[in-house]
């Protein structure tokens, strides 16, 4: 079974600054997922990624296939960021959770 | 704009009841699934569904069932609600191959009393 780890577990950021998560993975995927969960929201994907990078405003998702690990980057943090960030693998049918980074950004 | 339906937002039953927890997808997605979500716990899948009528167990399917009668449509009933599973249910679709079009509901909080 693929485990899913994250760090950091929890992460206080001031408006404005940048942030990383980091998520690492044991077993080859067919593609890495980031997804935001708002406080009692449901999930919005963000990224999926199979190689290299996207970028979508403000946010920067890389993933390194060879070291099974991928970051997520918040250039420019804004409060509207707090969220729980969580990264998921897929390969095959079966898609694993990883227990996810609360992010909180204060004004 | 794609759209995974979850009929309730909050829920509150008693414990005994026999609940019923609605997820309808409109992207025409194979693979249909059903999750919790606890503090510490992350999202833990129950059931999932590859195609009409059929379902496979979860992590942790215990106290839960799953219909799929049509392609668009996966019911999670609760045959006796119990007070551990409350919790955020989650339904999720996509297409064949995990990986392709993962779309979340936005979740059913339910509590059982």
């Known amino acids: 079974k693929n485990e899913v780890e994250q760090s950091p577990q929890n992460l206080t950021a001031q408006e404005g600054e940048f942030i990383t998560i980091n998520c690492s993975y044991s077993?080859?995927?067919?593609?890495l997922h980031w997804l935001q969960q708002h406080p009692g929201g449901g999930i919005v994907s963000l990224f999926m990624l199979s190689s290299g990078k996207k970028k979508h405003g403000r946010l920067i998702a890389t993933i390194n296939i060879q070291e099974k690990h991928s970051s997520l980057h918040i250039t420019a943090s804004h409060p509207r960021d707090s969220a729980v960030y969580i990264c998921a693998v897929s390969y095959g049918q079966n898609f694993v959770f990883g227990p996810g980074t609360r992010l909180s950004v204060l004004p | 704009d794609v759209k995974v339906t979850q009929s309730s937002r909050y829920l509150v039953k008693r414990t005994g009841e026999k609940v019923f927890l609605e997820c309808v997808q409109d992207?025409?997605?194979?693979?249909m699934f059903w999750y919790r979500q606890d503090p510490g716990l992350g999202l833990r899948l129950i059931y999932f569904?590859?195609?009409?009528?059929?379902?496979e167990k979860g992590d942790i399917p215990e106290g839960y069932s799953v219909s799929r009668e049509k392609k668009e449509r996966f019911s999670l009933i609760l045959e006796s609600a119990s007070t551990n599973q409350t919790s955020m249910y989650l339904c999720a679709s996509s297409l064949r191959g995990a990986g392709y079009g993962y779309t979340f509901g936005s979740g059913t909080r339910l509590t059982v009393v």
């Open positions: 077993v080859g995927i067919s593609a």
């Open positions: 569904s590859y195609d009409v009528k059929m379902k």
């Open positions: 992207m025409d997605h194979e693979n």
